[in-house]
Structure formats: structure tokens, C-alpha cells
């Protein structure tokens, strides 16, 4: 299904929300915690770049997710000023195919992930959900550079300047 009015039909539009926010049935509460997060992730990009670029963000459940787009349900997909997120949060099988990365990892790398995220059952999803929802800034500069290429130069540009003066700076700087 393509972008439009087609991609937002059978879907409840959030009220009250800077960001354009559509969710599908049952999925109020997890719309309005995306829709605050996508707030402050486009107030984040618009510190760096001007733009004028108009982004929507969907939380949808498998079903809704399935009718709209060709993508395996449990990832964030930024495409077309549309923010695909699914609703899943410790459920998303997402996380299923990333357990054994942090099985095999180094005892030293888990310890170091308890000590930061104490009490915790579980460090490991702790992070992932963190990490996924921290993830919204990435697939919101797909948007932009989408509708300014300039921005895309311009991200490349600074990451660079930014590595090389790491590279040249006194570890205390």
C-alpha cells in the first residue's frame, strides 16, 4: 500500500500531539509514549538542520502493519515522512534473533550491562528497549534526507569533522 490516505484508512488519529500520530485499535497508550519520543527526536534533527519536512508516525499491530507494508513486523521503518512502529514492545520478535548475539557475547561486556542497568530482571531486554526506542532518531533522518538531501551531505559532513577531530583532540578534551 502506498503512502497517502490509503495507508491511514481504518487507522484512530491521536489527538493533542505535535507529531502526526495514527494507531491502530488498542494501541493508544504505546502511540502516545512514540509520539512524545518522536517529538523530541525531530526537535533533536531540527537542532542540526533546518527543515521543513513533514513527518507521520504509525503504531500498528501485526494486522494493520501486514495490509500496509512489505516489511517483517517487529522493525521501525522510516520511508516516504512515514514512521512505521509496531506496537510490540518486550514482545517484539525483534528481540527473539538478537538473544543469541548477547549470549555469545563476553561475560565481562553482560557484567558491564548489569552494572549500568541495576535492577533490572532482565538487562539485556532493558537495553534493547531503550535502544529501540533511541532508534527513531535514525529512522526519522531517513526522512529527512529523504525530502533534503542537503541534510544527508550535511549529517555525512559533521560525523566526519567529528570522528577526525576525535582522532586529533587530547583525551582530556
Known amino acids: 500500500m502506498s503512502g497517502g490516505e490509503g495507508v491511514l484508512s481504518g487507522l484512530k488519529l491521536l489527538e493533542g500531539y505535535r ?3 495514527y494507531y491502530s485499535q488498542g494501541a493508544k497508550n504505546r502511540a ?3 509520539s512524545k519520543i518522536a517529538e523530541n527526536s525531530i526537535h533533536f534533527i531540527r537542532e542540526f538542520f533546518e527543515s521543513d519536512v513533514q513527518n507521520t508516525l504509525l503504531v500498528l499491530d501485526e494486522e494493520d502493519w501486514n495490509r500496509r507494508i512489505k516489511v517483517p513486523y517487529g522493525l521501525i521503518v522510516g520511508r516516504d515522512n512515514i514512521l512505521w512502529y509496531p506496537t510490540v514492545e518486550e514482545d517484539n520478535p525483534v528481540y ?3 538473544v543469541s548475539y548477547y549470549e555469545s557475547c563476553p561475560n565481562t ?4 550491562l548489569d552494572s549500568v542497568l541495576t535492577g533490572s530482571d532482565s538487562p539485556f ?3 534493547c528497549l531503550v ?5 527513531m532518531v535514525h529512522e ?4 529527512f534526507a529523504s525530502g533534503d538531501p542537503r541534510i544527508l551531505r550535511a549529517a555525512v559532513v559533521r560525523g566526519v569533522l567529528r570522528r577526525l577531530l576525535h582522532l586529533r583532540l587530547p583525551e582530556e578534551v
Open 19 to 21: 507529531v502526526p500520530t
Open 32 to 34: 502516545k509514549e512514540l
Open 96 to 98: 527473539g534473533n538478537m
Open 109 to 112: 561486556l553482560k557484567q558491564e
Open 125 to 127: 531486554l532493558t537495553a
Open 131 to 135: 535502544w529501540w526506542d533511541s532508534l
Open 140 to 143: 526519522y533522518m531517513h526522512n
